[in-house]
């Protein structure tokens, strides 16, 4: 159904099908329920809207907020696209009546933050878009109710973090986009019983740590997006718990410190037959200097072994001085035993004489 919209927005209708008594300044197709008013510089949602319409059409317009009022008695919606407006504040129960939803695009808007019962009323909705606006928190209260939902995208938005369990009432979920956020750390709870993630893309962030426990319960992970970040170092253990049949995984434009730990992660992942790291080849050092800008897949082989080339040169080395310094104390207990005898030998020399 989702996949037919590109279609029903390019159909001209008919003369025949259109409404006669539809709001000023949209367009109202009957044969299909469905209320087009883009670009009319809208101050505010359209009212006496027919309650069979099934698809809403309010892209760029001068919307400001949405409240209770705004979609009252629209049961039969299922398509509601919001983007490219003005939005800075949804209020509390805006989407009550909305129960049939099943999209719904609030994307290029001016949301600060999500109502605590933002998803009451939202059980039916699928796809929910809300990129490019200002948020710069997630609570769990607001979107507890969406538990249909299968893809969500928070992307370019100002979050630093996320609440702990945000996501546990999307147990539906295939599809999570965070990239372009401000998230600094991956907190173990954060993607909790999202068991049907397929795709969780959190590139282009400010992400320099992860917890080990982080992705534990993605059994269905595919693609696991980590590409311009923070990160300089990773834990095997992270990935390792990572239980599914395939995951790939992308990872490049982070600042690695290239050493024989990083070295030894990524062998062990390389190694693991169900994870991927498709850009490999494309990972540069960012440190230490003498390795800043080279190909990791170019030194990778040379990093255990220098390091052991210099554990071996300071075993050597610790070896060669506790040697010297049994030497020395060999020497030194070998000298004093000839001067104690020498002392011994003096008196019996008088009485001799």
Same mark, same amino acid.
């Not at 808007?109 to 990129?131: A, C, H, I, K, T």
């Not at 173990?188 to 969780?200: D, K, R, V």
């Not at 962030?205 to 992705?215: L, R």
């Not at 982070?254 to 030894?264: A, E, G, I, Y």
């Given at each position: 159904?989702?996949?037919?919209?590109?279609?029903?927005?390019?159909?001209?209708?008919?003369?025949?099908?259109?409404?006669?008594?539809?709001?000023?300044?949209?367009?109202?197709?009957?044969?299909?329920?469905?209320?087009?008013?883009?670009?009319?510089?809208?101050?505010?949602?359209?009212?006496?809207?027919?309650?069979?319409?099934?698809?809403?059409?309010?892209?760029?317009?001068?919307?400001?907020?949405?409240?209770?009022?705004?979609?009252?008695?629209?049961?039969?919606?299922?398509?509601?696209?919001?983007?490219?407006?003005?939005?800075?504040?949804?209020?509390?129960?805006? #989407?009550?009546? /909305?129960?049939? &939803? *099943?999209? $719904? +695009? !609030? =994307?290029? %808007?001016?949301? @600060?933050?999500?109502?605590?019962?933002?998803?009451?009323?939202?059980?039916?909705?699928?796809?929910?878009?809300?990129?490019?606006?200002?948020?710069?928190?997630?609570?769990?209260?607001?979107?507890?109710?969406?538990?249909?939902?299968?893809?969500?995208?928070?992307?370019?938005?100002?979050?630093?973090?996320?609440?702990?369990?945000?996501?546990?009432?999307?147990?539906?979920?295939?599809?999570?986009?965070?990239?372009?956020?401000?998230?600094?750390?991956?907190?173990?709870?954060? #993607?909790?019983? /999202?068991?049907? &993630? *397929?795709? $969780? +893309? !959190? =590139?282009? %962030?400010?992400? @320099?740590?992860?917890?080990?426990?982080?992705?534990?319960?993605?059994?269905?992970?595919?693609?696991?997006?980590?590409?311009?970040?923070?990160?300089?170092?990773?834990?095997?253990?992270?990935?390792?718990?990572?239980?599914?049949?395939?995951?790939?995984?992308?990872?490049?434009?982070?600042?690695?410190?290239?050493?024989?730990?990083?070295?030894?992660?990524?062998?062990?992942?390389?190694?693991?037959?169900?994870?991927?790291?498709?850009?490999?080849?494309?990972?540069?050092?960012?440190?230490?200097?003498?390795?800043?800008?080279?190909? $990791? +897949?170019?030194?990778?082989?040379?990093?255990?072994?220098?390091?052991?080339?210099?554990?071996?040169?300071?075993?050597?080395?610790?070896?060669?001085?506790?040697?010297?310094?049994?030497?020395?104390?060999?020497?030194?207990?070998?000298?004093?035993?000839?001067?104690?005898?020498?002392?011994?030998?003096?008196?019996?020399?008088?009485?001799?004489?």
């Amino acid at each position: 159904m989702l996949e037919l919209l590109p279609l029903l927005l390019i159909i001209v209708p008919s003369y025949s099908n259109i409404v006669q008594n539809c709001p000023n300044f949209c367009l109202c197709y009957e044969s299909s329920n469905l209320v087009e008013c883009r670009n009319q510089n809208l101050l505010s949602v359209p009212h006496h809207l027919s309650h069979s319409t099934w698809m809403l059409d309010l892209r760029h317009n001068n919307l400001s907020r949405l409240d209770p009022a705004s979609f009252q008695a629209l049961w039969s919606l299922r398509i509601l696209l919001l983007s490219d407006n003005r939005i800075e504040k949804v209020s509390p129960r805006s #989407f009550r009546s /909305l129960g049939f &939803l *099943e999209r $719904l +695009d !609030l =994307s290029y %808007n001016q949301l @600060s933050s999500l109502p605590f019962d933002f998803s009451r009323g939202l059980g039916s909705l699928r796809e929910l878009r809300v990129p490019s606006n200002r948020l710069t928190v997630l609570s769990y209260e607001s979107l507890r109710h969406l538990e249909s939902l299968e893809k969500l995208d928070l992307s370019k938005n100002f979050l630093a973090s996320v609440e702990q369990g945000a996501f546990r009432g999307l147990s539906r979920l295939r599809h999570l986009h965070l990239q372009s956020n401000l998230l600094y750390a991956i907190r173990g709870g954060y #993607f909790f019983m /999202l068991q049907n &993630l *397929e795709l $969780l +893309d !959190l =590139s282009d %962030n400010n992400i @320099s740590s992860i917890a080990v426990e982080s992705f534990t319960s993605l059994h269905s992970l595919r693609l696991l997006a980590l590409s311009d970040n923070q990160l300089s170092h990773l834990k095997f253990k992270t990935f390792i718990n990572i239980q599914t049949p395939s995951t790939h995984m992308q990872v490049s434009g982070n600042p690695w410190v290239c050493d024989c730990d990083l070295q030894r992660v990524f062998g062990k992942i390389n190694s693991v037959r169900h994870l991927h790291i498709d850009d490999y080849e494309n990972l540069t050092c960012a440190g230490p200097p003498q390795l800043l800008g080279a190909a $990791l +897949d170019s030194v990778d082989s040379q990093l255990c072994v220098a390091e052991t080339a210099t554990v071996l040169v300071i075993t050597i080395t610790v070896l060669v001085t506790v040697i010297a310094a049994i030497v020395m104390a060999e020497r030194n207990r070998k000298k004093n035993q000839d001067k104690n005898w020498n002392e011994l030998d003096g008196p019996f020399e008088t009485q001799d004489k």
